[in-house]
C-alpha cells in the first residue's frame, strides 16, 4: 500500500516563499512519474509541476508557475519537492501530490492519470 504525506504548506505574504515536501511509504517510487496539483475552493484540481522517473527527471510546469515553482525529487528518501517562489494570493490552495499509474512514463498534467493521492497540505498567500 502506498502512502503520500504532504507537509510544509502554511501561510505566507505575497510575494513570499514555501517549499512543498511528499514523502512517499509503502514501496519505492523511483520508476513512477510525480506531479503536484492543486485545488481552491469552488474550482477544478489543476496541474502544477510534474517530474518523470527518477532515471530522466524530466520536469513540466503548467504556464501560470514556470520561472517560480521548481519540482525535484530525492530518490534516496522517496521524497518529492516543491519550491514555491513569489507566491500570488490566487494561489492559495489545498496542494497535493501524486504518482502515476505508469511506469516509466511521461508525467501526465490530467490528475486522473495519477494512481496515487496525498491527503493535501494547505497554502495560503495573504495579499
Known amino acids: 500500500q502506498v502512502q503520500l504525506v504532504e507537509s510544509g504548506g502554511g501561510l505566507v505574504q505575497a510575494g513570499g516563499s514555501l517549499r512543498l515536501s511528499c514523502a512517499a511509504s509503502?514501496?519505492?517510487?523511483?520508476?513512477?512519474?510525480m506531479g503536484w496539483f492543486r485545488q481552491a475552493p469552488g474550482k477544478e484540481r489543476e496541474f502544477v509541476a510534474a517530474?518523470?522517473?527518477?532515471?530522466?527527471?524530466?520536469?513540466y510546469y503548467a504556464d501560470s508557475v514556470k520561472g517560480r515553482f521548481t519540482i525535484s525529487r530525492a530518490n534516496a528518501r522517496n521524497t518529492v519537492y516543491l519550491q514555491m517562489n513569489s507566491l500570488k494570493p490566487e494561489e492559495t490552495a489545498v496542494y497535493y501530490c501524486a504518482a502515476e499509474k505508469s511506469l516509466y512514463s511521461t508525467p501526465s498534467r490530467a490528475w486522473n492519470d495519477y494512481e496515487y493521492w496525498g491527503q493535501g497540505t494547505q497554502v495560503t498567500v495573504s495579499s
Open positions: 517530474i518523470s522517473w527518477s532515471g530522466d527527471s524530466t520536469t
Open positions: 509503502g514501496r519505492t517510487l523511483s520508476r513512477n512519474a
